[in-house]
């Protein structure tokens, strides 16, 4: 069975630390795609980033980086530099074929204190 | 370029009555996922429709439903609403396989 694994419920940090957020999943597919998206206090999932099985390759994007290990089974999501701004609850999703339905970690509550 | 929209923003319904929450897909989109979030929970999948025929469902009951529309827009309704159906629904909108962007949410409140 696919699923998603999320083990820090709560991560609270100071401005300015960096962060890591550790996502473990699990899937007997050769192909499909991993996310993450944010959720602010207004509910909205916010789209961060989409990475296929077949793409291995670290990704940064100002201050978020993602790193992607297919042997440990791993998408870890850092944030450099964190703001308070950054404070939302994070999820990590697997999409299974063929509907592409998005399954879903149980999120981290990420808190940046000033 | 219009995003995800959905109405109401909040909902307070009985045990028993029936509800009807509403998604617009954004420009270009032609399918539409449901999605369930429990209070401290990660979203559940409801069912998807793509091309106004369902297009896979998730581990809900038959007493919830949707449609969607020539207009690729949908709606998803649950009958004889039962407390724990108390939570944010999401509608996602998506291009043949690609990235759900998802809408704000409609959050409801059955008493």
């Known amino acids: 069975a696919q699923k998603v694994t999320q083990a820090q419920t709560e991560i609270s940090v100071v401005e300015k630390e960096d962060v890591t957020l550790d996502c473990v999943y699990e899937?007997?597919?050769?192909?499909?795609?991993l996310f993450w998206y944010k959720q602010p206090p207004s509910g909205e999932l916010v789209f961060l980033i989409r990475r296929n099985s077949f793409d291995e390759q670290n990704e940064i994007s100002g201050r978020y980086s993602w790193n992607f290990q297919k042997s440990t089974s791993s998408f870890n999501f850092t944030i450099t530099a964190s703001q308070v701004v950054d404070s939302a609850v994070y999820f990590c999703?697997?999409?299974?074929?063929?509907?592409?339905?998005?399954?879903f970690g149980t999120g981290t509550r990420l808190q940046v204190f000033p | 370029e219009t995003g995800v929209t959905q109405s109401p923003t909040h909902l307070i319904k009985t045990r028993g009555q029936q509800v009807t929450l509403r998604c617009s897909s954004q420009s270009g989109h032609n399918t539409v996922s449901w999605y369930q979030q429990a209070l401290g929970q990660g979203p559940q999948f409801i069912f998807q429709y793509y091309r106004e025929e369902e297009n896979g469902r998730g581990n809900f009951p038959p007493r919830f439903s949707g449609l969607q529309f020539p207009n690729y827009s949908s709606e998803l309704n649950v009958n004889a609403l039962e407390l724990d159906d108390s939570a944010l629904y999401l509608c996602?909108?998506?291009?043949?396989?690609?990235?759900?962007?998802f809408g704000p949410g409609t959050r409801l409140t059955v008493l």
């Open positions: 996602a909108s998506s291009g043949a396989q690609d990235t759900q962007y």
């Open positions: 899937t007997r597919d050769t192909t499909y795609y």
């Open positions: 999703a697997l999409s299974e074929a063929p509907t592409d339905k998005l399954i």
